[in-house]
């Protein structure tokens, strides 16, 4: 049993598992990295506390930030060595003013801090290479507003890695979008993050669930990196075949 899945008693975990995929969901033969938020505003500065990083920006993770921004840089080098398309995605520079913000009081209560010098800036450790799109957004999901569709079709596209912050916040709204649209969702647990321990654990119990399957970043490098054979299922763990009606959104435009 994972980590994030005790936090929920037996009774509890036996409701969920009643409504829930029981086997995992086949891979795609062309999947697409998506790194969502993975900023200063909310990483702070490296060897900082959670307190000491939440003084300098009220959007702040934390060590949690830099824990995962080592699993992010892994699946990175994967996805560009298996030529897997690279999307990043930021808020838009001073949307917070103009839409009320990625959340409720990101305005009144935080004063904007998307809007502060640097607070998009992308660690160097994880910053994009040349060709690579960076995607400014208004609001929690990648996809709410923004041409993420348009891209992904035209790179053929069939599912989505998904990696980032906030787990609970736009890491899950991307993730339901994502499946709403009709791409098979994974999201690698170590490259993710949250302020907060519980919150980490329930959006990914919950997204697993319902939405996603998470799975380990080894297995997603393993994925990415194991050729068209791994990439349809084939070899991975557990996996199913796509049924005729479970196409992804690479083969016909959501």
């Given at each position: 049993?994972?980590?994030?899945?005790?936090?929920?008693?037996?009774?509890?975990?036996?409701?969920?598992?009643?409504?829930?995929?029981?086997?995992?969901?086949?891979?795609?033969?062309?999947?697409?990295?998506?790194?969502?938020?993975?900023?200063?505003?909310?990483?702070?500065?490296?060897?900082?506390?959670?307190?000491?990083?939440?003084?300098?920006?009220?959007?702040?993770?934390?060590?949690?930030?830099?824990?995962?921004?080592?699993?992010?840089?892994?699946?990175?080098?994967?996805?560009?060595?298996?030529?897997?398309?690279?999307?990043?995605?930021?808020?838009?520079?001073?949307?917070?003013?103009?839409?009320g913000g990625t959340v409720r009081g990101e305005v009144e209560a935080m004063g904007a801090p998307m809007s502060r010098p640097g607070a998009r800036d992308i660690p160097q450790e994880i910053a994009?290479?040349?060709?690579?799109?960076?995607?400014?957004?208004?609001?929690?999901?990648?996809?709410?507003?923004?041409?993420?569709?348009?891209?992904?079709?035209?790179?053929?596209?069939?599912?989505?890695?998904?990696?980032?912050?906030?787990?609970?916040?736009?890491?899950?709204?991307?993730?339901?979008?994502?499946?709403?649209?009709?791409?098979?969702?994974?999201?690698?647990?170590?490259?993710?993050?949250?302020?907060?321990?519980?919150?980490?654990?329930?959006?990914?119990?919950?997204?697993?669930?319902?939405?996603?399957?998470?799975?380990?970043?080894?297995?997603?490098?393993?994925?990415?990196?194991?050729?068209?054979?791994?990439?349809?299922?084939?070899?991975?763990?557990?996996?199913?075949?796509?049924?005729?009606?479970?196409?992804?959104?690479?083969?016909?435009?959501?």
């Amino acid at each position: 049993m994972r980590w994030w899945e005790e936090v929920f008693n037996e009774t509890e975990r036996a409701t969920y598992q009643a409504i829930s995929a029981r086997r995992p969901q086949a891979r795609g033969r062309r999947p697409a990295l998506l790194v969502v938020d993975v900023v200063r505003a909310f990483c702070g500065r490296r060897g900082q506390s959670l307190e000491e990083a939440l003084r300098e920006w009220p959007t702040a993770c934390g060590p949690q930030a830099w824990e995962a921004v080592e699993g992010i840089e892994e699946l990175l080098q994967a996805a560009r060595r298996g030529a897997a398309p690279v999307i990043y995605i930021v808020a838009l520079q001073g949307s917070d003013h103009i839409y009320g913000g990625t959340v409720r009081g990101e305005v009144e209560a935080m004063g904007a801090p998307m809007s502060r010098p640097g607070a998009r800036d992308i660690p160097q450790e994880i910053a994009p290479r040349p060709g690579e799109v960076v995607l400014a957004k208004t609001k929690p999901s990648a996809f709410f507003g923004t041409p993420l569709v348009t891209l992904l079709n035209r790179a053929q596209v069939d599912s989505l890695i998904v990696c980032g912050c906030t787990t609970s916040g736009c890491v899950r709204a991307t993730v339901v979008d994502g499946f709403s649209y009709g791409y098979r969702v994974f999201v690698p647990e170590e490259a993710v993050f949250d302020r907060a321990r519980l919150s980490q654990a329930v959006g990914l119990f919950e997204m697993n669930s319902r939405y996603a399957q998470v799975v380990s970043v080894r297995e997603v490098l393993t994925w990415l990196e194991g050729g068209d054979r791994e990439r349809e299922g084939v070899e991975a763990r557990g996996q199913e075949s796509m049924g005729a009606g479970e196409r992804g959104a690479g083969g016909s435009k959501p």
